[in-house]
């Protein structure tokens, strides 16, 4: 028990990767901690699309770029969407972080739990990255972005069906660096009601 409680205190978002690609093994195990994660009603619609191909990659990468020039902002819209406007201008902008292995969690657009479901999903895959040693991070890009002509041609295009909206995706890959040890964690977020 201690381990599991280790393991979830001690992951961390990742943005630095090494160009080798993880095992296969690794992806696997990965996965599978995907497909355990609950659902509602075991309902298990999601679906994940791993892409390692690095020319598929780039070129998603384009099409995010431009989807970031097209989007208006305002004082109301969300910070990382402010930054990633910014930041996508930049020649060597990455939204994956250069990482070799993008996992695409799409789900059914009409379906309530979707988002949750997918969520449970990706956090399972992001314990199982840190428990191999392995760096990931959660990417909102394409969940942001999954109706931009595009974007949503290149998903297609990879095998995600047109009934499905992307819920979310994680970069992997092996960390490039050093882990960050320290998370600070926000004050008064709990309350306990007897």
């Known amino acids: 028990m ?3 409680i280790e393991n979830i205190k001690s992951r961390r978002s ?13 992806l696997f195990t990965i996965l599978d901690s995907a ?10 619609t999601w679906q994940f699309t791993v892409v390692q191909n690095k020319e598929i990659l780039l070129e998603l ?7 970031f020039e097209k989007l208006e902002v305002d004082e109301n819209t969300y910070k990382s969407k402010k930054a990633g ?23 059914e657009s009409n379906y309530s739990n979707a988002m949750a ?17 392995l760096g990931a991070c959660w990417i ?8 931009d002509e595009n974007v949503r041609k290149l998903l297609t295009r990879l095998g995600i069906s047109e009934k499905h909206k992307v819920c979310g995706s994680i970069c992997i890959g092996y960390i490039d660096g050093i882990k960050p040890e320290k998370k600070i964690l926000k004050e008064n977020t709990v309350t306990i009601i007897r």
């Open 2 to 4: 201690e381990n599991v």
């Open 14 to 26: 990742i943005r630095r990767y090494k160009e080798e690609q993880i095992k296969d093994e690794e």
């Open 35 to 44: 497909k355990h994660a609950p659902s509602g009603g075991n309902s298990q």
């Open 61 to 67: 990468n384009g099409y995010i770029k431009e989807a």
């Open 85 to 107: 406007k910014v930041a996508s201008k930049k020649d060597d902008y990455n939204f994956y972080y250069n990482a070799p292995t993008l996992i695409i969690v799409s789900n």
């Open 117 to 133: 479901d997918s969520a449970c999903a990706i956090e399972n895959m992001l314990l199982a990255a840190n428990y191999l040693e």
């Open 140 to 147: 909102n890009q394409l969940t942001w972005f999954d109706n």
